[in-house]
Nanobody, 131 residues
Framework: QVQLVESGGGSVQPGGSLTLSCAAS????????VGWFRKAPGKEREGVAS??????????VYNDDVKGRFTITQDNGQNTVFLQMTNLHPDDTAMYYC??????????????????????WGQGTQVTVSS
């Protein structure tokens, strides 16, 4: 099981930016899918972005609502995943969680932004966008 620790949340004005980090404290993200999810009050948890690196390529998936504004990246050591968020909207206000699950070492391709396969979850970091 991977222990995940998120950081980087905070309060910003509309149009502002934040970068969230998700550090794997016990294992690297090698052979794993990693995703960012968010849960706003009164709304269901939704997938934001996912990332998977294999075969020298990196595969990313984004929720349509964040395409062009959010970028998911992974550091070279593969133990931290980032979510760079720009042009933030009030609707982006939510608790943001990172999550991961193990894949086959031979798996190549995109990972889902459906939360169901994800087995390891962080504690979350709050993002508030308000004027």
């Amino acid at each position: 099981q991977v222990q995940l620790v998120e950081s980087g949340g905070g309060s910003v004005q509309p149009g502002g930016s934040l970068t969230l980090s998700c550090a794997a404290s016990t294992l690297t993200y090698s052979a794993r899918c990693v995703g960012w999810f968010r849960k706003a009050p009164g709304k269901e948890r939704e997938g934001v972005a996912s990332i998977h690196s294999a075969g020298g390529n990196t595969y990313r998936v984004y929720n349509d609502d964040v395409k062009g504004r959010f970028t998911i990246t992974q550091d070279n050591g593969q133990n931290t995943v980032f979510l760079q968020m720009t042009n933030l909207h009030p609707d982006d206000t939510a608790m943001y969680y990172c999550a991961a699950y193990a894949t086959s070492r031979y798996f190549v391709g995109t990972c889902p932004i459906d939360p169901n396969p994800y087995s390891d979850w962080g504690q979350g970091t709050q993002v508030t966008v308000s004027s």
